[in-house]
């Protein structure tokens, strides 16, 4: 008898569930969220077939959740229902191929492999099939440091840190990252009071959830890392992680700091000299580089292509894994990341740049200063005949090394 409740509790507190004929009776299907703050949610995530609600009509938006409930709404969230199956939502997919490829045959491979249906167990632990999906994907890793694969971890009531955590891994995993020093100073200028009290563990990413606005604050200040998740909250960050328009990402106040926004993509930059150069790098990139494709990144460089289908490929190959199949890129220059204070141009040894050979010249001269580009790269041309290891000169004052990288070379400089 006693197995039966407990059985008949966990389907109450997962999916599906279907309301009591007293709340379809009502203009909202559930008779306890017409004031709450997150109604929209509630009925959005109804209408996708997220959750539904207890017999007696209610939704009980307050309850908390388990990590179990949890990580079931992410993965329903990411789901649709063909002729009476439930799979991965098709759209999400075809994101994938794009933006991700790697993970796609990887996911792909996971649900063959566990013949996951979006389904609970029929026996044994009721999650199972969902938790066993994370590692599979892999979103999760087995000795995670924070959510190991242990059902018992999952059983346990989840914390907004814990659900900051899952949110921002699938969010690193599936849709890119931010800038390091974006992310140090959101996070030491977030406003909000709270913002240092999560546990180390699982704060490595708390700025991220500002910035993707996955996550928000209160209105009082506080974000409340250690607060347990209702099921209102729940709903509402799986909803976001599925719909980037229902996001409202945090936008610091950056004034008097040195960055630049390619794409929507900041990046913050960790001195003006950095800062002054990468702009003049952009410049000179637009002025020089009259044919081919200059491709501006959005981490403080540029690459030379032959044309935007090069490009396109380099990045797909890039994601890949298959960099053999990488077309040619021309040249590539920029500024370090970090705090690191290096500007580099990076070339071909076979010196073919038909589309990039004036703007590779203007980048020596930025680099050389005072009208010396021209001696710079003699310098240069005598080191190239014999760069076994890399190799550091100074030159009108400033400090420069060059090396081999792979079948190109990279000249630094340090300032």
Do not use: C
Request: proline letters at 4%; hydrophobic letters at 35%.
């Amino acid at each position: 008898m006693m197995i039966a409740l407990l059985t008949l509790t966990l389907f109450i507190t997962a999916f599906p569930y279907t309301a009591s004929s007293q709340a379809k009776e009502a203009e909202l299907p559930f008779n306890d969220i017409e004031k709450h703050w997150a109604k929209d949610s509630i009925l959005q995530a109804y209408e996708k077939g997220l959750v539904d609600g207890f017999p007696d009509g209610t939704f009980r938006p307050n309850d908390i959740v388990k990590a179990d409930q949890f990580i079931v709404m992410m993965l329903r969230a990411f789901s649709e229902n063909v002729d009476g199956v439930t799979i991965f939502d098709q759209e999400w997919y075809e994101f994938l191929s794009t933006h991700q490829p790697g993970f796609l045959s990887e996911i792909r491979a996971a649900v063959r492999k566990n013949q996951f249906d979006f389904q609970m167990a029929k026996t044994g632990y009721w999650a199972k099939p969902y938790i066993d999906m994370l590692y599979e994907m892999p979103y999760l890793l087995e000795f995670d440091s924070v959510f190991p694969k242990d059902y018992k971890r999952f059983e346990k009531q989840i914390k907004r840190e814990e659900a900051g955590y899952l949110l921002a891994e699938w969010f690193h995993h599936f849709e890119g990252s931010f800038d390091s020093n974006y992310t140090e100073f959101v996070r030491n200028n977030s406003g909000l009071k709270d913002f240092n009290n999560f546990t180390d563990k699982v704060g490595a990413y708390r700025a991220s959830l500002l910035i993707s606005g996955l996550m928000n604050g209160y209105p009082d200040g506080y974000f409340y890392p250690h607060r347990y998740v209702t099921r209102a909250e729940a709903l509402t960050m799986v909803l976001r992680l599925r719909d980037p328009s229902l996001r409202t990402p945090y936008e610091p106040d950056l004034k008097g700091q040195y960055y630049t926004e390619v794409n929507g993509y900041i990046t913050l930059f960790s001195d003006k000299f950095k800062y002054d150069t990468y702009n003049s790098l952009v410049k000179l990139g637009r002025k020089h580089v009259t044919t081919g494709f200059l491709k501006i990144n959005d981490i403080g460089t540029m690459m030379v292509f032959k044309n935007n289908d090069d490009a396109e490929s380099y990045d797909y190959y890039t994601r890949t894994g298959q960099f053999p199949l990488r077309p040619h890129v021309e040249m590539v220059t920029g500024v370090s990341g970090g705090s690191s204070q290096i500007v580099f141009v990076l070339y071909p040894k076979s010196k073919e740049m038909p589309n990039s050979k004036a703007y590779f010249d203007s980048v020596l001269e930025l680099f050389a200063g005072n009208d010396k580009g021209a001696e710079l790269k003699k310098i240069m041309q005598t080191y190239e005949k014999n760069l076994s290891k890399q190799m550091y000169f100074t030159f009108n004052m400033k400090d420069f090394s060059m090396y081999n990288s792979g079948s190109d070379i990279v000249l630094e400089m340090y300032y």
